[in-house]
């Protein structure tokens, strides 16, 4: 284990944000203290409780993920992209490093970021509203496991694109509507039954729902399955990035 | 000598179908500075590119002191350090963090005392703390330089090295090569200035086509390949070689003024005395003479002419 070089990388990504605090971290801060303006305080004074929770509390979970999920994936596809973009990859590919390496220090350094501002949306929202933690052990774990696993996917992307835009259509075009439609601001139960089937297609009901579970004990789907679904997404973005590896993708000639 | 790089059977055919690489078979020796002389697009930046892992070769062996390039790429490639012929460098980050990346990169405990040393060397130290954008080309130069030799490597790879640099700072850059090298790390450098192989090279490998041509001793090199010109300026111009000349090897310049006799310096006999002899029984005399020598430009040219 070469365990200088991911310290270096580690070390690199995250130089990085404190370059870019400002879009880092107070922006996704901002933009999340907008939500809580307008659907906790404006909108959500007009919405009953669900499920015996204020609405202003009902979305923190779900903020909270959106956020999450898509800064851990700009963060880490920016992190493997950029090194391509400007042509200084030839270095980490020349290195005495394995992939495994490379992945531990750029996917870290990603989930690092996103988890610090998960908590930092955190405790924003605890300024606004009243926020209780049932499960922090939980929390934690799909915080944790959650960051890791789009980190991943924003490294695949970080890899597969070969421009600018490309690394802003996933996130932009399917993340956040998944997002948007995974309950981040309802429950699934709210909707009509076909539309409850439907949504048990998208991946991220299943992380939101655990994760609001870990505050509220209520939940969408069974925890139990969110954890699950959560490991296989995980399972899937390391073979992926795996296979990259092993042929070359777009990596080596 | 033992050979540091040993290349086998290489080749390297791209997915596009281009075939940048026949069948290389090459040998560093440890301890010198190898020019790799080719013109643009003859394969030579995909060698390096291969040795250092950063391009997969398609078939062949590599080794660097005995180790398999691809089973053993982690102890290959702690010896080796490259310098890219690109000017990439991370804009936003400091000189002295970027080196410092770069020896953790490569597996090397952090070292400020080296990362100083290198710095120095490379006249980089006063500033170590400026962003990377702020430098000048020879500046970035230095500093890919630097980056490269942050873990100590070995073996240093040095990709058109003074490719856009001054004349005073390729002087300067040479000079580091020395010392480089006096310091007991092999250097192989790639090239189209036949200039910069001439100066600094011990051995020079000519690749063209995905080929080497030749791999020589720089000075057997030019020894065997290089031929001599006197060229005698004359008092009166001559309309056509003269009859009792013509059994050496003249040519006459089209305004009948100059007479140039090509001869091998290999032979034994160099045939100046008879030519002279002879000049004078047809009493033709000359103002002044001049002697050359083909350069390894001219060496060069003619080898890759000849493979086309």
């Not at chain 1, 919405?47 to 202003?56: P, T």
């Not at chain 1, 048990?200 to 299943?206: A, D, G, M, T």
């Not at chain 2, 000049?279 to 020598?293: E, W």
Request: hydrophobic fraction near 50%.
């Amino acid at each position: 284990m070469n365990i200088y070089a991911v310290k270096a990388i580690y070390k690199f990504e995250m130089a990085r944000a404190w370059r870019t605090v400002m879009q880092s971290i107070v922006s996704p801060v901002l933009s999340t203290s907008l939500y809580f303006v307008v659907f906790g305080a404006a909108i959500g004074s007009r919405i009953q409780q669900i499920e015996g929770i204020s609405y202003g509390a009902f979305i923190v979970p779900g903020l909270i993920m959106l956020s999450l999920l898509t800064q851990s994936i700009s963060n880490a596809s920016f992190g493997i992209y950029f090194p391509r973009f400007a042509g200084t990859i030839y270095e980490l590919l020349s290195a005495p490093v394995s992939p495994l390496e490379i992945v531990i220090g750029y996917v870290g350094a990603a989930a690092t970021k996103s988890i610090i501002l998960g908590l930092i949306i955190l405790a924003t929202a605890a300024a606004f509203v009243e926020i209780h933690v049932a499960h922090p052990f939980w929390m934690i774990t799909f915080l944790v496991l959650t960051a890791i696993t789009f980190s991943m996917l924003g490294f695949v992307i970080g890899i597969w694109a070969d421009g600018f835009e490309k690394l802003q259509v996933i996130p932009l075009l399917i993340v956040t509507p998944l997002t948007f439609l995974g309950g981040t601001f309802y429950s699934i139960k709210m909707l009509p039954e076909f539309w409850q089937t439907v949504s048990l297609f998208n991946p991220v009901v299943y992380l939101i729902s655990g994760f609001r579970w870990s505050f509220y004990e209520i939940s969408d789907v069974n925890v139990g399955i969110s954890v699950a679904m959560t490991l296989v997404f995980l399972a899937v973005c390391l073979a992926i990035i795996s296979w990259m590896f092993k042929t070359g993708y777009k990596l080596k000639a | 000598m033992t050979s540091i790089i040993s290349v086998k059977g290489l080749s390297k055919t791209y997915q596009s179908g281009f075939q940048a690489l026949k069948t290389v078979d090459l040998d560093i020796r440890e301890g010198e500075i190898f020019a790799l002389l080719g013109p643009n697009g003859a394969g030579k930046t995909t060698l390096i590119s291969i040795v250092c892992g950063i391009v997969t070769p398609t078939t062949g062996t590599v080794t660097v002191a005995g180790h398999d390039i691809i089973t053993d790429y982690r102890a290959t490639r702690s010896l080796i350090g490259l310098v890219p012929q690109e000017l990439t460098a991370d804009a936003f980050e400091t000189v002295g963090n970027s080196v410092s990346f770069s020896r953790g990169l490569f597996g090397q405990p952090p070292d400020p005392a080296h990362i100083e040393k290198v710095l120095r060397e490379l006249s980089l130290w006063d500033r170590r703390d400026s962003k990377i954008m702020t430098l000048s080309g020879g500046m970035k130069r230095r500093l890919l330089i630097a980056k490269a030799l942050a873990h100590e490597p070995r073996i240093l790879f040095l990709d058109e090295p003074t490719a856009g640099v001054d004349v005073s700072l390729r002087k300067d850059m040479w000079e580091v090569v020395r010392q480089l090298r006096a310091s007991g790390v092999t250097i192989i450098l790639t090239t189209h200035y036949i200039e910069e192989a001439e100066e600094m090279a011990d051995r020079v490998a000519v690749i063209a086509r995905g080929q080497i041509i030749v791999v020589e001793d720089k000075q057997e090199l030019m020894r065997k390949m290089g031929k001599k010109q006197l060229v005698l300026h004359l008092s009166n111009s001559l309309g056509a070689v003269p009859e009792a000349l013509a059994a050496h090897n003249l040519a006459l310049s089209d305004d009948g003024k100059e007479l140039t006799f090509t001869y091998d310096t290999q032979a034994g006999r160099t045939g100046i005395t008879a030519l002279l002899r002879d000049l004078a029984d047809a009493s033709i005399t000359f103002t002044d003479l001049a002697t050359s020598q083909s350069s390894l430009e001219d060496i060069f040219v003619d080898l890759v002419a000849s493979t086309k």
